[in-house]
């Protein structure tokens, strides 16, 4: 069965600071994988998505994710923190042939000034 | 487009009480799907349903039932509320593939005392 882990639940940085979410990924062949963010009291919006084409993803709001097979990861950065940017970020995955997505337990991105 | 709109956006419900929980979509989306979130256990998906009148259950389906008379409509039931089901449901939507954009209404905050 493919699953998601999300390391650290809570990651604080600073405004203007290095953004790095991990995920990885346990699934028998590459998956398909996803990255949402949750602003408070909404539902979910996709940020990207990693489809088998480019390992290198970017996606809104500057954020980008690297597919790496070898580590089984698809962490998200973006070069500098915004305060608009706290939220919370679910990585979601789903094997080839599925039609549903699995998703980690997310990780709340705290930006102090 | 309204997108997806889920009604009611609070709800408070006595144990073994029923009611259901409503999604539409405007987007024409053959794939919808109920999550609900709990706090550090990330999403969970609940029934999904790749085209009106089919349904299959996902990770969590027991209490709940679900049916897709319309591509616009998908309302989730629950047949005796339970303390347990005490969450925030999402319903999503998305055209077909796994790897289309997948839409979130805002949720609805369910309270089961």
């Known amino acids: 069965a493919q699953s998601v882990t999300q390391l650290g639940s809570h990651v604080s940085v600073s405004e203007g600071a290095l953004v790095l979410l991990r995920c990885n990924y346990s699934s028998s062949v590459p998956p398909y994988l996803f990255w949402y963010v949750q602003y408070p009291n909404q539902g979910l919006q996709l940020l990207l998505k990693y489809t088998s084409a480019a390992t290198l993803v970017k996606g809104i709001n500057g954020f980008e994710a690297e597919f790496k097979k070898s580590e089984t990861s698809f962490h998200l950065t973006k070069p500098s923190a915004h305060m608009s940017d706290a939220a919370e970020y679910f990585c979601?995955?789903?094997?080839?042939?599925?039609?549903?997505?699995?998703f980690g337990k997310g990780t709340m991105l705290l930006v102090s000034p | 487009n309204a997108g997806v709109t889920q009604t009611p956006k609070f709800q408070v419900l006595k144990t073994g009480q029923s009611m259901t929980l409503q999604c539409a979509q405007d987007?024409?989306?053959?794939?919808m799907s109920w999550y609900r979130q709990d706090p550090g256990m990330g999403l969970r998906l609940i029934h999904y349903?790749?085209?009106?009148?089919?349904?299959d259950q996902g990770e969590v389906p027991n209490g709940y039932n679900v049916s897709r008379s319309t591509t616009e409509d998908f309302p989730l039931r629950l047949l005796s509320a339970a303390p347990s089901q005490t969450s925030v449901y999402f319903c999503?939507?998305?055209?077909?593939?796994?790897?289309?954009?997948?839409?979130f209404g805002p949720g609805t905050r369910l309270t089961v005392l």
């Open positions: 999503a939507s998305r055209r077909d593939r796994v790897t289309d954009t997948q839409y």
């Open positions: 987007m024409n989306h053959e794939y």
């Open positions: 979601a995955v789903s094997p080839p042939g599925y039609s549903t997505l699995t």
């Open positions: 349903s790749v085209g009106a009148g089919i349904t």
